[in-house]
């Protein structure tokens, strides 16, 4: 079943009004679920487009369901945590969660990330259908045969593991991935050094890439937990 | 609180701490309370001492054992865990009966010269702990081999466990009515115990019957076996010695509760005894016992101070062992016996002990017949001197015991004699060259035609000359005779023969006799007295350095290292040194006098063993005790009171014993070690209750800031929600209105995030997690953070390199940032610049954070770091903060290891500087 709803999953009720009530006024669909068995139930039976899920569920770690959440899809999986520790995110990233936002957020930023995450949504559902030769997100454009990038249809040098980081990211368009991830991916392991090697690259990388447009980069920095490269409006 | 010294770690754990405890609500730490607990502790202790009762009669056979076991019956029916300890194997039927229905707690079997014998396992029954143990025959010497000599020592060792004691014990037994017993009945008993391990017990019941019931009851078998009954009737249990006895019990049985309740009450009213003083002498004699306890009995009775003086002469060294380890036995009877020993340098004895008498204020002096004897060359007896020397003081004399009477003749005339003559070699070869030298010279005289006079001056001068030099009078005398014959074969007519003509010559010889006799032992007596003056200053020294070493020593186990080496000093012995921590022994500190072949035997677990139960039980062990007497060292504890801060052990031969001198010193210097070692537990328990009552404060401080600082913006958002739901207000209010509340919980937010920065901190050390960040990353957050104020402002940033990397942890760091971004915006006005520089110096990254507002005065300058400190002294509500935000930085910069600081910007405005690790980090390219 086709809904265009989002599943909301916070058991404290003003926050949890909060969200639908943001989420009203930018005219979304939603669902309510109260904890973590409800969650899921909705989850498997409704089929939502998002999951907005709360960490400090009553009943089941939030880890757990994301787990669970993933054993059979790939709904994108926004959540929600604390502000103070960034270890539960990073769990949560790397359990299979595609974003974060920390509490106290605002509803601006609630709204923001939704719609990043419907716009990834919209791509990866047109790219399904192509033969994936190219990739391109506003004036970013990567040629995977010719293995160069270009901005606003200018060639850009990249090293080779620049131009790893850069797939890497654009492959997973929309999602946080945190640093021990990435460094996995690319070096095969997560030691200390490779990951301050992996922060020069990307700063090196986004100095080649974002130098113009610092307000609205296309690769976002997370400190403490990772990058993410964002689908930019057309 | 301006200027406050803590730093915000310490500030947060407290209010963490302290709310815990308000949810648990503990007490606050009152110096009264305190008091009163520590003095509750103390009593509970001594309540934890279990209590003795001793079944007490005049002979055997009377029904001790069998009352004792009745009233355990009884305790047992009411409920109490009631154990037998030791049951003496009685033939007496009826008694063992009772032992059935009791539980029995296995002796221990020893072998003793093929014969296999019981003894009561004392670890048994420790770990057995009931609440009453059955201990029979109190007097009863222990096999070799076991802990304490004597059981009465095990039932010390029982009460202080916690553990009652019901035990039996006949009156022959007491130390002090040894004598009187053995007059009755003609046998001196050899099993002893101290009078006041029968006076100290909590309940004595006298189990008493009539002699003529008790001769009945032995006459029925019901006593001892048929065949014993006859020998025991002839020769112990006839009819008037047992009322003898029996009279004997009653009255020692009154006197205790007379003495018990007595000394409590001088206790209470802290004054000491009365004018009484009764003084003893002691002597390695064998009949001084008998006078000792004579002592005690009459200090006792007159209810005195009782003492016990020994006089060290100057032939003190000179005494045989034997004699030695008599007097060593005679002077722990009369501790035992509760005297206090003193000892006195001196010759002549009976002129000291007067002296003594009088300077002390001796009221009464006991001493025995045999001094009333007088000695081979005085002209009064012992006696007779004190009399005169000392006519005020009483003088009671006791009659010596029969059977002792010889060996005290012998012993006494031996003691005649008070020097012990002896030559030696090179006292021989000495004299052989001074009689050569002064015949050679009495040979020039001659030749020079002197008279005779000079040459027999001669020879006596170098008689005398002898006398001081060598050792031992008899040398001396030697050469007094070969002189006189030197001269009179020499020197006088006829020459070169031994024959005299003038009469006068045995005069000259009977004259240089006794010069030769009379220089050298004066000679001896000055050496000696020399000696001892100088051996009598080393100590002093020592004592006095000690002194002073331990008035500087603040550190506990100094203290005991600093006095085992004095001790070493001291004693010339290896001596142990074990100090405590938290209730156990630490490992041993030797000082070794002389070699360290003993480390080995020192450190063995048998030692050590000693040791800790010296530790454990407070009291004396080892060898030269009755406790433990086999182990090497002689073991003391260090305490003060009732609290034990360590064990001293002194390496010695049980056969060798210390000198009374030797152990007063030790007493002396041990008390004030323990002085000292209390004291500075006691300075430290009073800084830790010090530093909680500061933390008490502090927390209270902090609170009530904190709660001012969170009820004012809570107010402004309640209060303009609240309006927002009432009124109706136009659109641009409302707007302006959300705006406020908007902006106050940011506030709030960012409070609660120093906060929980704060929390990030266990035990004063913060739990800060370093990583390689890029500098900008952690910039460019901060800068999402900062409020909206910051539109009115101008916030450059300019990285001198924007591909910095540093070492830190993000979060705190980006609040460090945050604080100091937001400072700026409070305190200049709209429109100032601010400024966020960084540049790289050596390894470090500094980063300035400045503007050009107002600045900061130079005298706030030194205490805006400080926690609470705000640019106004007062708590004001406009100037909303909480003065937390800077002492944050501060503790996270430190934590860190950077330096944070603050300075004046050029024209005008204040820069804050920090510091952070810079990282290079190599650039894995493949």
């Not at chain 1, 679920?33 to 770690?61: F, H, K, M, W």
């Not at chain 2, 209810?303 to 100057?314: C, D, M, W, Y």
């Not at chain 2, 659109?731 to 920065?757: H, Q, R």
């Amino acid at each position: 079943m086709k809904h265009d709803f989002i599943l909301i999953v916070e058991d404290d009720t003003a926050i949890r009004n909060l969200i639908c009530m943001a989420l009203e006024i930018e005219k979304y669909e939603y669902h309510a679920a109260y904890n973590g068995s409800q969650a899921l139930i909705e989850a498997t039976s409704q089929n939502p487009d998002i999951i907005l899920l709360d960490l400090g569920l009553p009943d089941i770690d939030g880890i757990e369901i994301i787990k669970k959440v993933r054993g059979w899809s790939k709904v994108p999986i926004i959540v929600i945590s604390a502000r103070s520790e960034d270890k539960d995110k990073i769990d949560a990233l790397d359990a299979g969660a595609d974003d974060y936002i920390t509490k106290p957020f605002s509803t601006t930023e609630l709204l923001a990330r939704i719609r990043s995450t419907y716009r990834r949504i919209k791509y990866l559902k047109s790219t399904l259908q192509q033969e994936v030769s190219e990739f391109t997100n506003g004036k970013l454009k990567i040629d995977y045969l010719l293995q160069t990038a270009f901005v606003e249809n200018q060639c850009i040098h990249l090293t080779p593991i620049e131009y790893k980081i850069l797939c890497l990211l654009a492959q997973n368009i929309g999602r946080v991935l945190t640093h021990a991830y990435m460094t996995k991916e690319i070096w095969g392991s997560a030691l200390e050094s490779d990951v301050a090697s992996l922060r020069v690259h990307v700063a090196t990388l986004r100095k080649k890439i974002d130098a113009e447009n610092r307000s609205n980069p296309y690769i976002t920095t997370h400190v403490g937990i990772g990058y993410c490269m964002q689908k930019l409006d057309e | 609180m301006p200027g406050s010294d803590i730093s915000i770690f310490e500030l947060f754990g407290i209010l963490k701490k302290g709310y815990e405890r308000d949810i648990m609500e503990e007490f606050r730490p009152n110096p009264n309370e305190l008091l009163s607990q520590i003095k509750e502790k103390e009593e509970e202790k001594k309540r934890k001492r279990g209590m003795l009762k001793i079944f007490f009669g005049y002979s055997a056979g009377v029904g001790k054992t069998y009352d004792m076991l009745k009233s355990a019956h009884e305790i047992k029916d009411e409920g109490k865990d009631v154990v037998c300890g030791y049951i003496e194997p009685h033939t007496r039927p009826a008694t063992m009966e009772l032992v059935n229905g009791l539980e029995m707690i296995p002796v221990k079997e020893k072998e003793y010269h093929g014969i296999t014998l019981k003894e009561m396992d004392l670890d048994a029954v420790l770990k057995r702990k009931p609440q009453l143990v059955l201990v029979d025959e109190y007097a009863h010497t222990n096999l070799e081999g076991s802990r304490h000599q004597k059981r009465y020592q095990d039932v010390e060792e029982i009460l202080n466990a916690g553990i009652d004691v019901y035990t039996t014990v006949n009156v022959q037994h007491l130390e002090s009515l040894c004598d009187i017993v053995a007059s009755i009945t003609g046998i001196v008993v050899k099993e002893r115990i101290p009078d006041s391990s029968f006076d100290h017990a909590d309940e004595v019941k006298l189990v008493d019957i009539e002699p003529k019931e008790l001769l009945q009851r032995l006459k029925d078998g019901k006593v001892y076996r048929k065949l014993q009954v006859k020998k025991a009737l002839d020769n112990f249990f006839t009819e008037e010695k047992l009322t003898a006895l029996r009279e004997i019990a009653l009255r020692r049985t009154a006197d205790r509760v007379n003495i018990t309740s007595e000394k409590a009450k001088r206790r209470n009213k802290s004054e000491y005894f009365t004018e009484e003083k009764i003084l003893i002498g002691l002597s390695s004699s064998p009949s001084n016992p008998k006078i000792i306890r004579a002592g005690a009995r009459m200090a006792m009775a007159f209810e005195g101070e009782f003492i016990a003086l020994f006089v060290e002469t100057s032939s003190y060294d000179n005494i045989n062992e034997k004699d030695k380890k008599r007097l060593k036995d005679n002077m722990r009877l009369a501790e035992k016996l509760g005297a206090k020993i003193e000892t006195v340098k001196g010759d002549d004895i009976a002129f000291v002990i007067a002296e003594y008498a009088k300077i002390s204020g001796i009221s009464k002096i006991v001493v025995g017949r045999s001094n009333t004897r007088r000695g081979f060359f005085s002209k009064a007896s012992f006696t007779e001197r004190l009399i005169v020397i000392a006519p005020n003081l009483e003088i009671y004399v006791i009659p010596d015991s029969n059977l002792e009477k010889i060996n005290q003749k012998v012993w006494n005339d031996k003691h005649q004699m008070k020097d012990k003559i002896w030559v030696t070699w090179k006292d021989l070869i000495f004299i052989a060259i001074l009689l050569a030298v002064s015949t050679i010279i009495s040979f020039l005289f001659y030749d020079m035609k002197f008279s005779e006079v000079n040459i027999i001056t001669t020879y006596i001068l170098f008689v005398m000359i002898s006398g001081i030099l060598t050792e031992g009078i008899l040398s001396s005398l030697i050469l007094a005779v070969l002189s006189v014959a030197c001269f009179n074969y020499f020197f006088t007519a006829p020459r070169f023969s031994f024959l005299t003509y003038n009469t006068g010559y045995p005069v000259t010889f009977v004259i240089t006799f006794f010069a030769a006799f009379f220089s050298s032992s004066l000679a001896q007596k000055l050496k000696k007295q020399s000696k001892e003056i100088a051996k009598v200053a080393y100590r002093s020294k020592v004592m006095f350095d000690t002194n002073q070493l331990l008035q500087a020593e603040k550190d506990i186990d100094r203290i005991g290292q600093i006095v085992a080496k004095q001790f070493v000093k001291i004693l010339n012995r290896d001596i142990i040194f074990y100090g405590a921590k938290d209730g156990k022994l630490k490992e041993p500190d030797i000082s070794f006098y002389g070699s360290d072949e003993k480390k080995s035997v020192y450190e063995k677990e048998s030692e050590k063993a000693v040791a800790n139960w010296v530790f454990l039980n407070n009291n004396r062990a080892g060898a030269t005790t009755d406790t433990l007497g086999s182990a090497a060292c002689y073991y003391l504890a260090i305490r003060s009171l009732e609290e034990v801060y360590g064990v001293i052990g002194i390496g010695i031969d049980a056969q060798e014993g210390l000198e009374a001198y030797e152990n007063n010193l030790i007493f002396a210097v041990l008390t004030e070690t323990a002085a000292y070692m209390e004291k500075e537990t006691f300075r430290m328990r009073e800084q830790k209750t010090a530093e909680q009552v500061n933390s008490e404060k502090l927390r209270a401080n902090l609170l009530r800031s904190i709660s001012h600082d969170l009820r004012t913006p809570l107010t402004s958002i309640c209060g303009n929600a609240d309006m927002m739901l009432q009124t109706q207000l136009d659109e641009e209010t409302k707007k302006k209105i959300c705006g406020e509340i908007y902006d106050d919980g940011m506030w709030l937010i960012n409070l609660v995030e120093n906060l929980l920065s704060v929390t990030r901190i266990e035990d004063k050390t913060m739990n800060i997690r370093l990583q390689i960040e890029l500098l900008e990353d952690i910039i460019t957050e901060a800068m999402s953070h900062i409020s909206r104020r910051r539109e009115n402002y101008h916030i450059v940033i300019e990285m001198e390199d924007e591909m910095q990397m540093v070492l830190c942890d993000s979060r705190l760091i980006i609040q460090v940032f945050i604080n100091l971004i937001e400072n700026a915006l409070k305190y200049t006005p709209p429109g100032t610049d601010i400024k966020i520089k960084t540049k790289k110096q050596k390894e470090w990254v500094v980063v300035e954070v400045s503007d050009n507002g107002v600045g900061i005065s130079d005298e706030s300058k030194p205490y805006i770091f400080d926690m609470f400190y705000t640019a106004n002294e007062k708590i004001v509500d406009s100037k909303r903060s909480l003065g937390m935000g800077l002492a944050l930085c501060k503790s996270i910069i430190h934590a860190h290891g950077g330096k944070i600081r603050v300075k004046d910007n050029m024209p005008k405005g204040a820069v804050f500087e920090f510091t952070l690790q810079s990282q290079e980090v190599k650039i894995r390219e493949t």
